[in-house]
């Protein structure tokens, strides 16, 4: 299986996508893209993990890769030197202009859009620095992008930039088994997935939706619309506002809150 690798390899251009990960823990994103639809990606040579780790390019003793700031204040930042290095090592084995991209709390939102963004370009270099971040020399030199999961803090952008590879990576043809499943995904459309539900027909006094029991697959899609439409407006209004909604959009969302306001006072 190619599991991430702890350093960066030949060039290899027999896949869909390449990623070279610039981090501290390799070990770690070894782990987490052994197992689901990810796993299963590289086992089949759909995309590759390469991780670079600056401790490699430090040249003191103690393979310092951080430094308290300048000014004062808590926490370290990454050192110039080994980070620089560990980025030009990366890009180096990656194919021409693949965008270099560092992930920090003040990039733009990562979203469904700039997935399949990512999904078309033959690779990704991901900075994963840790505490407060890289000198920002680093980043006016090296990095050509900053991207954020959200308004919150991680500890280091490990589990930011494997969040992001998952989400690339299942948008690359044949990664998953249906490949109408990442088109009917949620954010696929700007909207919400709509309910879904399984065997038995009932549990715990709780009954499948009569309307996804029987074979009418003209119901289903409308039902399936409506409810993804309405989880939408209650859920996330925002994304409601970002597009605008057909006349049968529309009718559908009436329905679907007329429905919700009928069980609310019954």
Not at 152 to 162: K, M, P, R, V, W
């Amino acid at each position: 299986m190619h599991a991430a690798s702890a350093s960066i390899g030949p060039r290899i251009f027999d896949v869909t996508l390449r990623v070279a990960l610039v981090t501290l823990f390799p070990e770690l994103v070894r782990g987490a893209s052994e197992h689901g639809v990810l796993g299963r990606a590289l086992t089949r040579d759909l995309a590759r993990i390469e991780c670079v780790d600056p401790r490699q390019f430090a040249t003191d003793t103690h393979r310092t890769v951080d430094d308290r700031p300048y000014g004062g204040g808590p926490g370290m930042v990454g050192t110039p030197a080994p980070w620089a290095a560990a980025i030009d090592a990366a890009q180096a084995a990656m194919p021409a202009g693949v965008p270099r991209i560092h992930l920090s709390a003040q990039g733009e939102r990562f979203d469904q859009r700039m997935a399949r963004e990512f999904a078309s370009l033959p690779g990704l270099v991901l900075v994963a620095s840790r505490y407060e971040g890289l000198d920002q020399r680093v980043i006016d030199a090296r990095i050509d992008r900053e991207v954020s999961l959200g308004d919150f803090i991680l500890s280091g952008g490990e589990f930011a930039a494997l969040a992001i590879i998952d989400a690339v990576v299942r948008l690359l043809p044949g990664a998953l088994g249906d490949e109408r499943s990442s088109e009917e995904e949620s954010f696929s459309t700007a909207r919400l997935d709509w309910p879904h539900y399984t065997r038995p027909l009932e549990w715990d006094g709780r009954a499948v939706p009569e309307v996804l029991q029987g074979g009418n697959h003209a119901a289903i899609r409308r039902w399936r619309l409506r409810e993804s439409i309405g989880r939408t407006f209650e859920r996330r209004p925002d994304l409601v506002a970002e597009c605008a909604l057909s006349l049968e959009e529309s009718r559908l969302l009436q329905e679907y809150l007329a429905e919700r306001e009928v069980k609310k006072n019954g």
